[in-house]
Antibody, heavy 123, light 110 residues
Framework: EVQLVESGGGLVQPGRSLRLSCAAS????????MHWVRQAPGKGLEWVSG????????EYADSVKGRFSISRDNAKKSLFLQMNSLRAEDTALYYC????????????????WGQGTMVTVSS | QSALTQPASVSGSPGQSITISCTGT?????????VSWYQQQPGKAPKLIIY???RRPSGVSNRFSASKSANTASLTISGLQAEDEADYFC??????????FGGGTKLTVL
């Protein structure tokens, strides 16, 4: 089955760190760029970060630049998001999503989504 | 990285057509054809319904169509059905190499 499964969310205090993971299955993971997209409770979608199929290119939203770091392990078909210096405004459901185009720079078209993992930043 | 502008809500009766606009700038919607639309049902992950401005993924109803003119993209849903009631988001690639979403539009089928 083709799917993305996120994990690693939870309740964390402001200023602390958390690492999210996304396990891919059912498709050639190392051919596709991957992204993290978040959605605060009751709010819209916000693109967070993307990484190219070969990890050569990483991009970040201004709101997380310098605090978050995206990475991938193609051998383990996994995507990661290291989140440091967390703030209350980072509270959201974090989705892992696949970029539509294979073997290409990320272009921000998300054709497959996981079910998300919830991150709550609160003291 | 300002969000693209969408109306907060639209509504229509079954069988009617509605259009949702998505306004960006010459650095995103106006510059690239990497414009896409997503449908999100309550409690579910978003689903891609339009990519490359006007292309439909396999399995998406042909009642969904889309276009772009200058800095504004538009999604049209024809023959509205109750199952179309959902939130709709547009997205675009940007000149910064990032992606940006619209604020989302809640579609109510009356």
């Amino acid at each position: 089955e083709v799917q993305l499964v996120e994990s690693g969310g939870g309740l964390v205090q402001p200023g602390r760190s958390l690492r999210l993971s996304c396990a891919a299955s059912g498709f050639t993971f190392d051919a596709y760029g991957m992204h993290w997209v978040r959605q605060a409770p009751g709010k819209g979608l916000e693109w967070v970060s993307g990484i190219s199929w070969n990890s050569y290119s990483e991009e970040y939203a201004d709101s997380v630049k310098g605090r978050f770091s995206i990475s991938r392990d193609n051998a383990k078909k996994s995507l990661f998001l290291q989140m440091n210096s967390l703030r209350a405004e980072d509270t959201a459901l974090y989705y892992c999503a696949r970029d539509l185009r294979g073997y290409s720079l990320i272009r921000g078209i998300f054709d497959m989504w996981g079910q998300g993992t919830m991150v709550t930043v609160s003291s | 990285q300002s969000a693209l502008t969408q109306p907060a809500s639209v509504s229509g009766s079954p069988g009617q057509s509605i259009t949702i606009s998505c306004t960006g700038t010459s650095s995103d919607v106006g510059a690239y054809d990497d414009v896409s639309w997503y449908q999100q049902q309550p409690g579910k992950a978003p689903k891609l319904i339009i990519y490359d401005v006007s292309r439909r993924p396999s399995g998406v109803s042909n009642r969904f169509s889309a276009s772009k003119s200058a800095n504004t993209a538009s999604l049209t849903i024809s023959g509205l059905q109750a199952e179309d009631e959902a939130d709709y988001f547009c997205s675009s690639y940007t000149s910064s190499g990032t992606a940006v979403f619209g604020g989302g539009t809640k579609l109510t089928v009356l």
